[in-house]
């Protein structure tokens, strides 16, 4: 572990034991049999600024709206992703935003705080554990009950799929609506959506039949790009484009979508399409039969768009972030061969 991953350890360490002793975990709080609480205003607390992760909270947010549709939700967050992605959700009344550099920004990162004492809630929810920033703004947070992203136990025996970075926080809310009275909650755990309008939906469209110049056929995309450790190769994809492409091109559109630093793993050997918009590039793969992602932010942009996605894992945890829903598939590229991504394919087209 190097010095700086220590650090943060002991940070985060230090910030659970403070914070545990300012708030009372719902068991405390909560009593079995109790009516179930009346919820009018809420604060989720993500302080984080991936695209990724902001979408892997569209589950809880449809949870607790399918709970309380008159519910008022504020969202607490990093960098300015988060309004874009909750566009089109009525009940998210306001994101109180951290700036990314906080230190570059440090009047406007005071003012943040302050704003977020201001507020009173009925609920303020910490979403994942390990998260300073997450646990701080709970603490300070006016709220008639708060819980942490670690205050259930038990919870990943009951459920199979709890590690997930989606799911975990609806089973976790779930919990809380249960201590107090309520029944427990069967459903599945609703997919990521980005809620795309019907107006964007066709805009999608349109731009996609200007991107193929052949509207009559079915479009599989690819997006290839990664951050870090999680890209594949130039040489992968140029392996993987001779199996897909001699096998897809007579019967499917294929295209690539490129990532905001504009860069082709595939050599620019596909039509490929470009923006900076997220849910103008959600509209567009909305529109595709098959989406094949790398890990990244854009593989759960594809699942948020509804499109059916097969995503290729080699380093983040495959159970942790894997696609679900819509016929969405995940595949452990280390221990699988092009071919085997090929049946996979071939299985959602199917």
């Not at 920004?105 to 979403?127: A, G, P, Q, S, T």
């Not at 809380?176 to 309520?182: E, I, Q, R, V």
Request: glycine share 6%; charged share 25%.
């Amino acid at each position: 572990m190097s010095f700086k991953s220590e650090i943060n350890q002991i940070r985060r360490t230090a910030t659970k034991a403070v914070t545990r002793v300012f708030v009372a975990r719902p068991s405390s709080r909560l009593k079995k049999g109790s009516v179930k609480p009346e919820i009018k205003r809420v604060l989720i607390n993500r302080p984080n600024h991936r695209l990724g992760n902001m979408l892997l909270v569209t589950p809880l947010v449809q949870e607790i709206i399918s709970n309380y549709p008159d519910v008022k939700i504020d969202l607490f967050v990093r960098g300015f992703i988060a309004p874009v992605i909750f566009e089109n959700y009525p009940q998210v009344e306001k994101t109180i935003s951290l700036p990314r550099k906080p230190f570059k920004e440090l009047l406007k990162y005071m003012k943040v705080w302050v704003e977020l004492r201001k507020n009173r809630y009925d609920l303020v929810i910490d979403v994942v554990k390990g998260s300073s920033s997450g646990r701080i703004s709970t603490v300070i947070a006016k709220s008639r009950y708060k819980y942490f992203g670690d205050d259930f136990s038990g919870l990943d025996q009951k459920y199979p799929d709890y590690v997930h970075m989606a799911k975990f926080p609806v089973y976790n809310f779930r919990e809380f609506l249960s201590l107090a009275g309520g029944e427990t909650d069967q459903r599945e755990v609703p997919v990521l959506d980005l809620k795309l309008s019907d107006s964007e939906l066709e805009n999608g469209k349109k731009l996609l039949s200007e991107l193929t110049g052949d509207p009559s056929r079915k479009t599989i995309a690819f997006f290839t790009y990664a951050t870090g450790d999680k890209c594949f190769s130039t040489e992968w994809w140029d392996d993987f484009y001779e199996l897909f492409h001699s096998k897809y091109k007579d019967e499917y559109n294929l295209i690539e979508i490129l990532p905001v630093e504009n860069i082709s793993q595939l050599q620019n050997k596909l039509p490929s399409f470009y923006s900076k918009d997220i849910r103008e590039i959600g509209s567009l793969m909305a529109n595709c039969r098959l989406v094949v992602a790398g890990d990244s932010g854009m593989m759960h942009l594809s699942c948020a768009s509804l499109a059916p996605t097969v995503g290729l894992f080699s380093v983040s945890s495959l159970p942790m972030y894997r696609p679900y829903g819509n016929s969405n598939c995940a595949v452990d590229a280390n221990n699988s061969t092009h071919q085997d991504i090929i049946g996979v394919m071939d299985k959602v087209l199917s």
